[in-house]
């Protein structure tokens, strides 16, 4: 090798390991942003985990059913008086949610519970989850054709503010109440949504 | 003392009864209209069945407060003279044994015909489930029913 080439070849492998230096950081960096993608999926995977928890309480469950007929009691038994579900969710001619069901709870025993707007999910959009996985739960949840077409800013304000949805954790005398208090159930919803709303594989 | 007006059999009716008070025995003890009977007094018979707005309550478990300024109508309110559908259907089918729950199982008829005049033997079925007859006469309520949809028809 001449000397005039020395210079050149130190140069080329100067340019080559800084290169790969280079190279070395963006690969670190990328697998940084992976890195922190995975930890969200997992927290909002987790946080949905703890969502479920409380859908498939019987409080919510029953009446998030498929077919015609709302499930009653902590053990889900078939609803008193062969109840159907109706077009519109609030039950068949004569035979509507709101003919028993009041805006509050009854103090009698075996009284029916009360809350305001009793009813269930409409005939189109029944959002049931009945006997589904965590995951498929989690993405029938976010799908607007079957959750009625509702985005997850809407579904949030569903699990925050429906009254309806509080009942849950005022079930009256008789009846369990979710896994979570209602603010738990509200925070895990909110991180799993802020996660990107993940959904288990 | 607070005042609840609501309209009764079309006549409008104002009353001081404590507003969480059922409206069965408002009807009953207030109003005088003691055809609509107390049967289990939490929702799971259908004795007290009455028309709000359309639909067929429970009004042993219906706080006054609810009514306020709607329609009820109690099985007297069906006709004075015996001529709606329904009345005369139970009457041509012989309905009644004991009679206690019929009040009931014509008001929840009254609000399932008016919704649905030709009503199948499930329809009828479905609406009427929620009254109970200790006598049994079940099959000869959907016959009234039936009778009723034909005598609206040609009433």
């Known amino acids: 090798m001449s000397r005039a080439r020395i210079p050149s070849a130190i140069a080329a492998a100067a340019v080559t390991v800084v290169g790969l230096l280079l190279e070395s950081r963006l690969k670190a960096d990328s697998s940084l942003g992976a890195a922190e993608n995975t930890a969200d999926n997992t927290a909002g995977v987790s946080a949905f985990r703890d969502v479920a928890s409380v859908l498939t309480s019987p409080r919510c469950l029953n009446c998030h059913i498929p077919g015609e007929s709302p499930l009653q009691g902590d053990e889900g038994r078939p609803h008193n008086m062969n109840v159907k579900r109706g077009e519109d969710g609030r039950g068949s001619p004569a035979m509507r949610c709101t003919n028993c069901h009041q805006s509050t709870n009854s103090d009698l025993a075996h009284a029916p519970p009360g809350a305001p707007d009793w009813r269930l999910p409409d005939a189109k959009t029944p959002l049931a989850w009945h006997g589904l996985s965590t995951g498929d739960l989690c993405r029938t949840l976010k799908d607007p054709t079957k959750n009625g077409n509702r985005d997850l800013t809407a579904l949030g304000e569903h699990v925050t503010s429906d009254k309806f949805v509080n009942w849950a954790w005022n079930p009256g005398v008789g009846r369990s109440t979710p896994p979570l208090s209602h603010q738990q159930f509200v925070d895990k919803f909110t991180q799993w949504t802020n996660s990107g709303a993940p959904c288990q594989r | ?155």
């Open chain 2, 1 to 155: 003392m607070q005042r609840t007006e609501l309209i009764v059999n079309g006549e409008r009716k104002v009353t001081d009864v404590d507003p969480s008070t059922p409206l069965l025995w408002v009807l009953r003890d207030t109003f005088g209209l003691t055809g609509t009977k107390f049967g289990c007094g939490i929702a799971q018979c259908g004795a007290c069945t009455v028309n709000l707005e359309g639909d067929a309550i429970r009004s042993c478990v219906t706080p006054l407060s609810r009514t306020a300024g709607k329609r009820v109508t109690t099985v007297e309110g069906l006709s004075k003279d015996g001529s709606h559908p329904v009345q005369r259907a139970w009457l041509s089918e012989q309905v009644p044994q004991c009679g206690y729950c019929q009040p009931g199982q014509m008001m929840s008829a009254s609000v399932l015909l008016a919704r649905n005049p030709r009503p199948t033997d499930a329809d009828i079925d479905d609406a009427m489930s929620g009254n109970i007859c200790r006598c049994g006469t079940y099959q000869r309520i959907r016959s009234a029913i039936h009778r009723a949809t034909q005598l609206a028809k040609h009433k």
